[in-house]
């Protein structure tokens, strides 16, 4: 049996809650208090107009309106952060590990500008060896997914059990989901039947028999 995994970015492999913390401390330092405030505002703007988390748009409009700031230093630090501090414990084990038993592939939600860049900064395109996927709304380029990546089965692993509900329902009985909860999603309903398999936090999956998931569908 084939098996493809496909693996979520924020808050499944990489902490993206501590990352926004990241930015908020350092924003307030460089913009204020006030400055701040008002990224996270136009923040929410361009996500509400286009549907789409997009720093790469938020960072311009704030930029438009906020002359006086260092450019150099904002752009800094929206798109150069320390992102390898916040890969979760045990995420690039475990991509290591689906090697020897399957074919891992990041499959992701985002801009196509700062979220490549982000995953390939953390370390994770290279720990997939480039199978990397990025989609504004990645629920909807499923049949792509699956006609680059064929497999006879397929793991999603994610930090939504509403979005893995819905792959659930498409692949029936081609797919098992595994649930982690970690981040501010992690309580959310699946909305639907349950994930196959639900764990605290990614590393737990290093101590699993991967090669075994699928026996859960």
Do not use: C
């Amino acid at each position: 049996m084939t098996l493809a995994f496909l693996l979520d970015v924020d808050n499944t492999l990489l902490d993206n809650d501590g990352l926004k913390a990241h930015y908020q401390r350092e924003l307030r330092r460089i913009a204020g208090e006030h400055g701040a405030r008002r990224f996270w505002e136009i923040y929410e703007e361009v996500r509400g107009a286009s549907d789409v988390i997009d720093y790469p748009a938020t960072l311009a409009r704030f930029l438009g309106e906020h002359r006086d700031l260092s450019a150099a230093s904002l752009e800094r630090l929206i798109m150069d952060p320390p992102v390898t501090r916040y890969v979760y414990p045990g995420a690039l084990a475990v991509i290591k590990r689906i090697w020897d038993t399957g074919e891992p592939v990041i499959f992701s939600d985002g801009d196509a500008v700062y979220q490549p860049r982000k995953i390939e900064r953390a370390g994770l395109a290279t720990a997939a060896r480039g199978n990397v996927l990025v989609y504004p709304h990645k629920e909807d380029h499923l049949d792509e997914v699956l006609s680059r990546f064929p497999a006879d089965h397929y793991v999603q692993v994610d930090d939504k059990a509403s979005l893995l509900t819905t792959t659930k329902h498409r692949l029936d009985g081609q797919l098992t989901t595994v649930h982690v909860r970690q981040g501010h999603y992690a309580a959310d309903p699946p909305q639907g039947p349950p994930p196959d398999l639900t764990i605290e936090r990614i590393g737990d999956l290093a101590d699993r028999n991967i090669a075994s998931l699928p026996d859960l569908a």
